[in-house]
């Protein structure tokens, strides 16, 4: 019955417009959090995208100023002009979760461990 291929819960059900809330897909406990990246230098808004796991500025340079250095700033209470800059971002809240998962470090490769033994033979 359950020989679905589980792969990482990306928590579909959970709509950005309520904050938090089981994953009725994985029973974590899904905390929506609005990102944003501003510019370093103005300090103004930059369209934010997340690429890799980082949440960056959708262009290289800044459109108001053409610095390239910004930071990234936690919307508190997102609400529609800042939307438009924005990424959300369904963090997992393990404490609160009630399927806790437990993370296995795979070995990349099947070897067997070798035991780092001493040449006790001098002869
Ligand atoms: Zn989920
Ligand atoms: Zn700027």
Not at 19 to 28: F, I, L, R, S, T
Not at 76 to 96: H, P, T, W, Y
Not at 98 to 113: C, K, S
């Amino acid at each position: 019955m359950f020989c679905f291929h589980k792969k990482e819960c990306t928590h579909p059900k959970i709509s950005p417009d309520k904050d938090a809330g089981y994953c009725p897909d994985c029973g974590k406990y899904i905390e929506n959090r609005w990102y944003l990246t501003r510019c370093n230098c103005c300090n103004v808004k930059r369209k934010s995208i997340i690429k890799f796991d980082t949440i960056i500025p959708e262009s290289q340079y800044c459109p108001n100023c053409g610095s390239e250095h910004y930071h990234v700033e936690e919307v508190k209470s997102i609400n529609f002009i800042d939307i438009n800059f924005a990424v959300l971002v369904k963090q997992v809240n393990e404490q609160r979760s009630m399927n806790r998962t437990q993370t296995w470090l795979e070995r990349e490769n099947n070897e067997p461990i070798k035991l780092l033994g001493f040449n006790l033979n001098f002869s």
